[in-house]
């Protein structure tokens, strides 16, 4: 093995201490897997309809989705929709949008329904941001059932700069209004959400007995902060974080959720063969 190749298995093994959280977890009666999606699933990419998990993520994502005891759930703060066309779930993962203002937990769920004033509310700040991108050149808006995100990306790093500052300015004291930062992003809602009272909805419907959260962005320590002890928690990339297992980029998620579906397969045969009578 050369090197260069040496290096780079090297680069892409999980730490002692996260392999053996998740040998740990895996035992577990009922395992809620959650993720973020964009940054931890898939790379951050320049056009957010264009972001796709990477092979490997998805299909190890899958395989966990089919095993007994265990659920798969997507938390983003992406819109339900929008979710659903990038990152293709499997048929049972659940899914909870826009920051943990929409969820979908099978057939029958209900969408997210604004009252007349929210969508009065939200109306207003649209129009807001729109005048800013007019004037901002290389942001650009996405719209969400309860909100609106600048995004600034593809803008110079100055411009990006003023057009969050000055969207703050008009609409921070909004009574209302919520915002949220993120990678060349700024996050407006007219419902108070976090991706933290995600996880702990989920925890309760699911009666998951440990949760495993993997995210990469600032909106992901909602998450990262609701989780308990036995629960494992996974910062993807160099930020600060509260997580206490990090990994670099989402190519390391893959590796991750590989050793999760080998060791939960695993710990699932043994606790089935075991409670068959001799």
């Known amino acids: 093995m050369t090197p260069d190749a040496r290096r780079a298995k090297h680069r892409l093994t999980l730490s002692p201490e996260l392999r053996e959280a998740i040998r740990r977890i895996a035992a577990t ?36 989705a089919v095993l007994p005891r265990t659920t798969t759930a997507l938390i983003s703060g992406r819109a339900l929709a929008s979710l659903r066309a990038v990152a293709s779930p499997p048929v049972d993962t659940l899914l909870i949008g826009s920051h943990g203002a929409e969820a979908w937990l099978g057939p029958g769920s209900a969408g997210l329904t604004l009252d007349e004033e929210q969508k009065s509310r939200l109306a207003e700040v649209r129009a807001i941001l729109a005048d800013i991108v007019e004037e901002a050149p290389g942001t650009l808006l996405e719209d969400k059932p309860a909100g609106v995100v600048l ?20 609409l921070q004291d909004r009574k209302g209004v919520f915002l949220k930062d993120g990678k060349r992003v700024l996050e407006t809602s007219v419902v108070n959400a976090s991706k933290g009272e995600g996880v702990t909805f989920l925890r309760q419907i699911t009666g998951a007995t440990a949760v495993l959260f993997a995210g990469d962005d600032t ?22 974080t509260q997580a206490q297992y990090r990994v670099e980029a989402p190519v390391h998620v893959a590796e991750l959720l590989e050793v999760l579906l080998q060791e939960r397969s695993m710990a699932v045969a043994e606790e089935d063969s075991g409670a068959i009578p001799d």
Not at 41 to 61: H, K, Q, T, Y
Not at 151 to 168: K, N, W, Y
Not at 222 to 240: C, H, I, N, S, T
């Open 29 to 64: 009666e009922h395992l809620l897997v959650a993720m973020d999606f964009d940054g931890t699933m898939a790379p951050i990419v320049g056009r957010a309809e264009d972001a796709r998990p990477l092979p490997r993520s998805a299909a190890a994502f899958a395989g966990l």
């Open 151 to 170: 995004h600034t990306r593809l803008a110079a790093d100055d411009v990006a700069e003023d057009a969050v500052a000055a969207a703050r300015s008009l």
């Open 219 to 240: 909106t992901d320590e909602d998450a990262l902060a609701r989780l308990e002890p036995g629960d494992v928690g996974v910062k993807v990339g160099l930020d600060f």
